[in-house]
């Protein structure tokens, strides 16, 4: 996925990873380098579960976790193949996130200059859910703290409101546009999703109504704190989530 104005191999990590991606061969991606930072166990089987046994050596963070989730979480990773010891919980309080960005930012710059990491996958800056943002704000932040050649980020959308109510699997409208791909899963890959879904029991309710025949991915810009995300129309409490996410921004040099 190389910039128009320089043909040949693609130039940034980001860009390097999302062409392995979407090879139609579908052969194995080396991501070693990689990390998949996602706030709650049953998110990394939304927005990528289809991807993870091709993603050799990757990384898998989860921000927040505990009890039957991290039971249910390592059933989803058996299935995956993601070994023990690519994995790592963090421990914040599930609907808490928004109020230790800058920490988690710190604790992910260290993770990712200790293990090599040049590529984080992570939430879409998308108004869904206040820790999704939150995690996307953090990854931001370590990016901010590690340098922008250091770390590409790669995002992927899982839930926001629509004009017609609650929208999944989808990206916002970007300003400036940026490209996307879009991996339309075979029905092995389909079968492994809903395998996935399925080892996260107590999620059934919101797992049921996210697609699983497509995996989207695109090169993440830093997110806009001067604003809330799309447009203001989010799933949760806007005054309070920008408060927070003005706030950390300030202390992450993000949003001048």
Not at 27 to 38: C, K, S
Not at 152 to 166: I, L, T
Not at 200 to 221: D, G, K, V, Y
């Amino acid at each position: 996925m190389p910039p128009p104005d320089r043909p040949g191999a693609p130039a940034s990590p980001a860009e390097r990873f999302l062409a392995a991606l979407a090879d139609p061969a579908c052969g194995p991606v080396d991501a070693e380098r990689a990390a998949l930072v996602v706030a709650h166990p049953d998110d990394e089987s939304i927005g990528c579960g289809a991807q993870l046994p091709r993603l050799r050596g990757l990384t898998v963070v989860h921000v927040t976790g505990a009890g039957p989730r991290l039971e249910e979480l390592d059933a989803a990773m058996a299935l995956a193949g993601v070994p023990a010891a690519r994995r790592l919980a963090l421990g914040y309080a599930d609907g808490g996130v928004a109020e230790r960005i800058p920490d988690l930012a710190h604790r992910l710059a260290g993770l990712f200059a200790e293990r090599g990491i040049a590529v984080a996958l992570t939430h879409a800056w998308e108004g869904g859910h206040s820790d999704h943002d939150a995690v996307a704000l953090a990854v931001a932040g370590a990016r901010r703290r590690l340098g922008p050649d250091r770390l590409g980020v790669v995002e992927m959308p899982y839930y926001h409101a629509g004009p017609d109510g609650f929208e999944a699997g989808g990206f916002l409208p970007a300003v400036p546009p940026r490209r996307a791909i879009a991996l339309h899963l075979d029905p092995d890959d389909c079968a492994l999703k809903a395998a996935l879904f399925a080892a996260h029991a107590s999620q059934a309710e919101t797992l049921n109504r996210m697609p699983i025949a497509l995996e989207r991915f695109r090169e993440a810009p830093e997110p806009d704190v001067s604003a809330l995300p799309n447009g203001g129309r989010v799933l949760y409490d806007g005054p309070g989530f920008l408060a927070q996410a003005r706030a950390a921004g300030r202390a992450l040099g993000i949003g001048g």
